[in-house]
């Protein structure tokens, strides 16, 4: 299984320097001097570290692939991967552990399947697709323990603990319940117009969740 543990950004300066955006707790280790990176797409690659530093809380890199600026800027958007196996970390997982994993609640009710693992400033999300009535909806749950209490990748599964208004069954509940009220001012027509899609992940706060490489 191959994991991206950084992507390469702008070209710094003359000599072939590249800013790269960290997809790893480990860069001092992944990016050392002398280490080989697959990239994707594959044919840019292997890149050989030759130099590696940190510069206004941003890492630059130099690979012997790379000389000058124009073969820097030339790297512009490629991803670095390595071979990883699961995590042995308590409360950390890698990406493609929870892709799959099935969604449900703590009554055991299942919202949808974990699509993949997202990173945003404030915390990491998970992305979960809910199949509901009027198809496939895309959410963003905040990975952190109040709201994601257990992940059993051996069981196949994730339990979420969400917020009312988090997810998007609970809109298309809503819609529901209007439908069937036959609220004044509202025409059954347009409800189902409400449904919420790709909403922003709220909550704050990071206990025990980690998702980088």
Do not use: C
């Not at 003359?14 to 800013?19: P, Q, T, Y």
């Not at 496939?136 to 208004?165: K, N």
């Amino acid at each position: 299984m191959e994991l991206v543990v950084a992507r390469i950004g702008r070209a710094h300066g003359l000599k072939g320097e590249v800013s790269v955006e960290l997809r790893t707790d480990d860069p001092e280790s992944r990016l050392g001097v002398g280490s080989v990176l697959r990239t994707e797409p594959a044919g840019v690659g292997p890149l050989t570290v030759t130099a590696a530093r940190v510069h206004q809380d941003r890492w630059l890199v130099r690979f012997a692939e790379a000389p000058d600026r124009s073969a820097a800027e030339a790297l512009r958007g490629v991803e670095l991967v390595v071979d990883a196996d699961a995590s042995d970390e308590e409360d950390a997982w890698y990406p493609h552990e929870l892709r799959g994993l099935r969604a449900e609640l703590t009554d055991g009710t299942v919202v949808g399947e974990v699509a993949g693992l997202e990173y945003l400033p404030a915390h990491d999300v998970l992305v979960v697709n809910e199949p509901l009535p009027s198809g496939t909806v895309r959410t963003l749950v905040p990975f952190v323990r109040a709201i994601v209490p257990v992940v059993d990748v051996a069981g196949g599964r994730v339990v979420l603990d969400p917020p009312g208004g988090l997810l998007a069954r609970d809109a298309d509940a809503l819609i529901s319940e209007r439908d069937d009220d036959g609220a004044p001012g509202e025409p059954d027509d347009d409800a189902g117009d409400e449904d919420e899609r790709d909403r922003p992940a709220r909550g704050s706060g990071v206990a025990g969740h980690d998702g980088s490489a």
